[in-house]
C-alpha cells in the first residue's frame, strides 16, 4: 500500500497567470492544485489602479473551469506615482489584498517599477499604517552588480533600512534564493516572512549552464550555488512559521524561452506540490509540509486556513515534456521526469 499525506489545501502565495489566451491556458493548473494564489499585477499594462485590478480579477474567474472554488487574491503594482488614497481605497474594499513592489527593470514586466524606494515611502507609510503586506522582489538593478549578487545587495542596501524605518510594516520577500536571504529571514521578527519556489529548492546554477544554455531552468532571480540551494531546504524544512509556499510559476511559450534572449521564467504550476513534497520527503520532513504549504501563508496574511483537504500519495508521476495550453507550448519545470509524489 503506498504512502500519503493528507494536509489542508494549500494556497500559492505568488503565482503569475498572464491574460488572455494564455490566462485561459495556464490558470486551470493553479486552481487545480490551490485554493487561493497572490496574483501578480506585472501586466501590459501593469495593473496600477483599483479599477484595473479589478477587471483583471474577472478575467481570471472567467478562465476557470465551470465549478472551480479557487479564488485569486489579487496584488497593486507600485510605481513612482502611485497614490496612497488609491492604495487604501482599494485595500479597504477587498479589490487586492497586497502590494508588490519591482525594483525598476529587475525582471519580467518591471519596466514600470520603483526606481527608489524612497519615492514610495508614502505609500509605504500608508500601507504600514493600515496592515497591507509589500510584497518585494529583493534584487538590485545597478549593472555593475553581479546578478548572482543581487540579491544580497539589495538586503544589505535597501532591506536593512526598510524594516529599520518601517518596524511595524508586514513584508513578504519573495522568491527567495540566497543564504543570506534565508538568515535574514530567519533573524527577523514577525513582521518579515518569505516565499520559497519549488525550482530553488531543486535546482542551482549548474541546471542553467551545465552541458550548454538550458533555458527552461532560467528564472529570476536565478539559481545561485549550491550552498544557497542547501540553506532554502534548511529554511523551508525548518519549521519556521514566517515561511511559506510560493511557486512564483511564470509561464512562456516554447519558442519564447529558446530564443537569442529567452524570457525568464519556469512553468512549474502543474506538479508544484509533487515538486515540494518530494523536498520535504528528502529532508525527512514531511511532518512539516502542511505548515509550509497550508498554514503559514493564511497565518501572515491574517486569513483563514481552507477547510478542504488534499492527499499526496507516494507513487510515481512522470512531468510531459511540454503541454499545450490552450494554444501555447510550455515546457514545465522537471519535463521528462518522474517525480515519486503525485496529488491523488
Not at 529583493?138 to 518601517?166: K, P, S, W
Request: hydrophobic share 40%; glycine share 6%; net charge negative.
Amino acid at each position: 500500500m503506498s504512502e500519503t499525506l493528507t494536509i489542508r489545501r494549500p494556497d500559492d502565495w505568488h503565482t503569475h497567470l498572464r491574460d488572455n489566451d494564455l490566462l485561459k491556458g495556464v490558470a486551470p493548473f493553479t486552481a487545480r492544485q490551490f485554493a487561493r494564489a497572490i496574483v501578480m499585477p506585472n501586466l501590459s499594462p501593469p495593473m496600477t489602479d483599483v479599477a484595473g485590478v479589478s477587471a483583471y480579477r474577472d478575467r481570471i474567474i472567467a478562465a476557470l473551469p465551470e465549478g472551480s472554488d479557487f479564488t485569486p487574491l489579487m496584488t497593486l503594482y507600485l510605481t513612482d506615482d502611485t497614490d496612497p488614497a488609491e492604495v487604501e481605497r482599494g485595500f479597504a474594499s477587498g479589490t487586492f489584498v497586497a502590494a508588490k513592489l519591482y525594483p525598476a527593470h529587475a525582471t519580467t514586466g518591471s519596466a514600470h517599477g520603483v526606481t527608489d524606494i524612497r519615492n514610495i515611502y508614502p505609500v509605504l507609510e500608508k500601507m504600514q499604517a493600515i496592515g497591507m503586506p509589500l510584497l518585494i522582489h529583493g534584487e538590485v538593478t545597478d549593472n555593475h552588480v553581479d546578478i548572482f549578487d543581487r540579491e544580497a545587495v539589495f538586503i544589505e542596501r535597501t532591506l536593512v533600512q526598510l524594516v529599520a524605518d518601517m518596524p511595524a510594516l508586514k513584508i513578504v520577500f519573495e522568491h527567495i534564493t540566497t543564504q543570506e536571504a534565508a538568515d535574514f529571514v530567519e533573524g527577523s521578527g514577525e513582521t518579515i516572512a518569505a516565499t520559497i519556489t519549488p525550482q530553488h529548492l531543486h535546482i542551482n546554477r549548474n541546471a542553467m549552464l551545465v552541458g550548454g544554455i538550458r533555458p527552461h531552468a532560467f528564472c529570476l532571480p536565478v539559481a545561485k550555488r549550491e550552498k544557497h540551494r542547501q540553506a532554502l531546504r534548511k529554511l523551508a524544512t525548518s519549521g519556521c512559521t514566517r515561511v511559506f509556499l510560493g511557486t512564483d510559476t511564470a509561464p512562456h511559450a516554447k519558442d519564447l524561452k529558446e530564443s537569442a534572449c529567452g524570457c525568464a521564467g519556469i512553468f512549474n504550476a502543474p506538479f508544484a506540490l509533487e515538486s515540494y513534497v518530494t523536498v520535504f520527503d528528502d529532508e525527512g520532513a514531511l511532518d512539516k509540509f502542511e505548515a509550509f504549504a497550508s498554514l503559514n501563508g493564511p497565518a501572515f496574511y491574517g486569513m483563514p486556513v481552507n477547510e478542504t483537504t488534499i492527499t499526496l500519495e507516494k507513487a510515481p508521476v512522470t512531468v510531459p515534456d511540454k503541454i499545450d495550453a490552450n494554444g501555447t507550448i510550455i515546457v514545465p519545470f522537471h519535463a521528462g521526469e518522474t517525480l515519486r509524489w503525485r496529488l491523488a
